[in-house]
Nanobody, 125 residues
């Protein structure tokens, strides 16, 4: 059974950094696209970025490009989201999700069927 667990969230000051982890079990995560999403209160869910299976190609939303990066730790079956230069508008619950069948698009969430429970990130000004 696929299981994803996020960790690493917390409270940080504007300009600071956090590193989120998405621990996968029940499948080999490096074979499949893994994406990070976020949702702030009263706002729509936003695709933050993703890492492809096998080749590890990454793509990011314009709102985080140059500040966030996604990487894999294959030995730990984990995907990490490194967040630098954090801003108050980055405050949200962050989720990781896996796409294990067919076409997927992190910008819309299409194809991402397995989700973690989320971790809160709060950036103070």
């Amino acid at each position: 059974q696929v299981h994803l667990v996020e960790s690493g969230g917390g409270l940080v000051q504007s300009g600071g950094s956090l590193r989120l982890s998405c621990a996968a079990s029940g499948f080999t995560s490096d074979r499949w696209p893994i994406a990070w999403f976020r949702q702030a209160p009263g706002k729509r869910r936003e695709g933050v970025g993703y890492i492809s299976g096998y080749g590890g190609i990454t793509s990011y939303a314009d709102s985080v490009k140059g500040r966030f990066s996604i990487s894999r730790d294959k030995a730990k079956n984990t995907v990490c989201l490194q967040m630098n230069s954090l801003k108050p508008e980055d405050t949200a619950v962050y989720y990781c999700a896996a796409a294990q069948s067919g076409y997927s698009d992190y910008r819309t969430g299409y194809g991402y069927d397995d989700w973690g429970q989320g971790t809160q990130v709060t950036v103070s000004s």
